[in-house]
């Protein structure tokens, strides 16, 4: 890797190149220069991404577990996380949810547009609890550190 010659920026990129962990249950990405395994929407994942670092996605899970349907479907959490992507990334209906659910190696499971709908069944009290949630202080669940060790 070619420096840039300013030590932060160098840190940053040592820090990021390679392998990529994978947040909750989404796929681990591997960035290379080939041009092999290219793919659209990159931008949305790293959106994702720091909705689940920063915890978002977690208390919003709490906060909407009431919705919850059945214990071994999708965290509803999870589901608004999608669904507010979808809607960063240009989306205009649920069923947009689609652009996330067929690229699956980029984005793992993606609820169905049914299941999604239950979000719109909110009352006031989920919502209250969705705005509470979001309002709380976040701390990425990984120290950042772009200084060279």
Same mark, same amino acid.
Not at 23 to 36: E, L
Not at 60 to 83: I, K, M, N
């Given at each position: ?7 932060r920026t160098d840190a940053l990129l040592r820090a990021t190149e390679g392998a990529f962990q994978a947040t909750g249950s989404r796929p681990r990405i591997v960035a290379t220069a080939d041009g092999r395994g ?62 996330? *659910? ?28 969705? *705005? ?18």
């Amino acid at each position: 890797m070619a420096g840039s010659g300013d030590r932060r920026t160098d840190a940053l990129l040592r820090a990021t190149e390679g392998a990529f962990q994978a947040t909750g249950s989404r796929p681990r990405i591997v960035a290379t220069a080939d041009g092999r395994g290219v793919v659209a929407h990159a931008g949305a994942r790293l959106l994702a991404d720091l909705a689940d670092v920063t915890g978002l996605t977690s208390v919003f899970g709490d906060a909407l577990a009431p919705l919850r349907v059945r214990r071994a479907g999708h965290d509803p959490g999870r589901v608004a996380v999608d669904v507010a992507v979808i809607l960063a990334d240009g989306g205009e209906a649920i069923a947009d949810l689609a652009v996330l *659910r067929d690229q699956a190696g980029l984005f793992g499971p993606v609820a169905s547009d049914p299941t999604a709908w239950v979000l719109s069944g909110m009352d006031g009290a989920a919502l209250a609890r969705l *705005r509470q949630a979001r309002a709380l202080p976040r701390r990425p669940r990984t120290p950042l550190n772009f200084e060279e060790p």
